[in-house]
């Protein structure tokens, strides 16, 4: 797996828009003292679950692999000309 550029701060930012997609699908948000772990496990099987990010295969899933796929959905979702792909 290779390290995107400020995946970091992608990884920050499709958090935020997978929790906004999660709320808009009828689920509740999550609390502030929820683990970031559990999130990026929520998000990531929500996206899998709803057909919009491919999953990993069962022996890869793991909370990095995670993090990345959830960074490059959103480095595919961002327009070309955004401050984060550059």
């Not at 929790?19 to 009828?26: D, Q, V």
């Not at 909370?63 to 796929?69: C, D, F, G, R, Y």
Request: charged letters at 30%; hydrophobic letters at 40%.
């Amino acid at each position: 797996m290779k390290k995107i550029p400020n995946e970091t701060q992608l990884l920050k930012k499709a958090l935020v828009v997978g929790e906004a997609y999660a709320k808009n699908r009828g689920f509740k948000t999550f609390s502030a003292s929820d683990a970031s772990k559990h999130k990026v496990e929520c998000i990531y099987r929500l996206l899998v679950n709803d057909k919009l990010i491919t999953p990993l295969p069962a022996d890869g899933e793991d909370l990095l692999s995670m993090k990345h796929k959830l960074a490059v959905w959103l480095r595919n979702k961002l327009p070309k000309d955004h401050e984060l792909l550059r």
